[in-house]
């Protein structure tokens, strides 16, 4: 199979190409590739003619998006659009990874993929865009909406909870934020079973189980072992950017076709054992 992936060196795109490393790729990212260059992004995709697109690159900070709003819209609006464009002119079906923050997060219950969205934040707004011009411009899509993802090496959430914690002798986290931490190869590992059927549609993909954020730093200390800082609980985080509080993911679909993720606590211990 010919694939291409787009932000390819983020976490996301560096399992991706673990996961599909016996298959042709085309490698997109900056700054090599600018997917908010129309003409030129088509060209490059339509020269490959890849059998399938998995495009994963966007503008992810969500405060950061607050700050730039054009620059969000540019590259995850319109990238996404060029993207799309691109899946048209050469026949390729289309996978969009979304998020969790399309929702508001104002329910108990888990969202499943066909619930209305209302994503409170700029960050949150362009990706609902994007999943609509995929829907409307590409037939053979998948919307794969997933959350809290994470990944060995580099920058992430796992990473700076350790980091602060070797650092401080207290650490604040918040009780109020509930969501799936999600371990990027296993994401990667969901998309390519959902590429190889012909199941289009919207799918949520994130390792079972839901937890706080505090959970999760808990989690985190236990794991590498650190007992020299406090954890405390919060509910006093103030960031740019509106949250949803409860966006907690149902795989309905997915799970229809045999597509499921494991326990978020288990993929936390295979980062560990491969950190």
Known sequence: MRIAITGSSGQLGRALQAEFADEELLLIDLPEHDITNLTAIVD???????????????????????????????????GTRNMAAAAIETGARMAYVSTDYVFDGTRDDPYREWDDINPLSVYGRTKAVGERIVRQMVPRHYVARTAWLYHNGGRNFVETVIRLAEEREQLQMVTDELGSPTYAPDLAAALAALLRLPAYGTYHLTNAGVCSRFDWAQAILELAGIDSCELLPSENYVRAARVPKHARLLNFN???????????????EVYFANR
């Open 44 to 78: 490059t995709v339509s020269r490959f003619r890849p059998d399938a697109i998995v495009h994963g690159a966007a503008i992810t900070n969500v405060d950061g998006c607050e700050s730039d709003p054009d620059l969000a819209y540019r590259v995850n609006v319109l």
């Open 254 to 268: 997915g799970a229809e076709v045999g597509v499921t993720l494991r326990p978020w606590r288990e993929a936390l």
